[in-house]
């Protein structure tokens, strides 16, 4: 990524002595161009004025266009101001570490014919106490630092099962609780700039839904929220994100949208 900055917002008390890398006018910092994966930090040092209690620094990593700074991420880090003994010289300033964490999302889709991974059967619109096969299909995406151990979890109906996977590969790493009904994909790793500049990880599930007499007349879900953890390899936060549930409505199917009401 070309053309960022690091700006931070004054903090009452804070006298600014320098930092590493150095600053343009102790608020902002101009990046050099960030290749995928790639991270670091900025250390700042000064001193509170006396009296002065832990304070919050804020950080923002956005470009300049058109005059005009736009933000594209924002951090916070707590510091805790030390006491100094009388007479002696005043402790180190507080070290920030500006760089904000990843990004990561899952897209989730539903099928009828939409999607080639599976042939799937059964009456559209869907009819009470029939069952008619979907595919539904994860993608994760990632934008800023590499992030590791990411999972994908939802929520399955009560009345939806689980019947196949593909890519048949990634079969082990997928698990169904068959209490709860939550279904989680162990993805693994996932690199900084994933959908982007490189193919996403993509999973397709086939589940089967047989509607209840009591969803006639709606539309009948087919799986609930998804959402998608890991941790970030270069602040080593947990960043985290979430899709909307999906139904028998079909919006990303363009043959069968909109033809979900159970009949």
Known sequence: MENLSIKIDPVSGFNFEGADPASLDNIEWRLPTLQKGQGGKITIKGVMADGAASQNFSAHLGMWQDSSF???KEATQDVQIIGSVPGSSPPPGPQVVTMPSSHVAVIQKAYYSGNQDFKNSGPIPPKAGTPTSYTITWQVTNDINNVNNVTVSALLPQNVTLTAVLP???IPNVSLNNQTHQIVWSV???????????SPPTISFQVTLTPSSSQKGI??????????????????ATVQSTASAVNTSLPDDQSNSGGGIVQ
Do not use: C, K, Y
């Open 70 to 72: 736009i933000v594209i």
């Open 168 to 170: 048949e590969s990634q």
């Open 219 to 236: 539309l009948a879900d087919l799986i609930g929220q998804a959402t998608v953890s890991g941790q970030d390899q270069v602040t080593g």
């Open 188 to 198: 693994g790793s996932v690199p900084a700039g994933t959908g982007a500049s490189s």
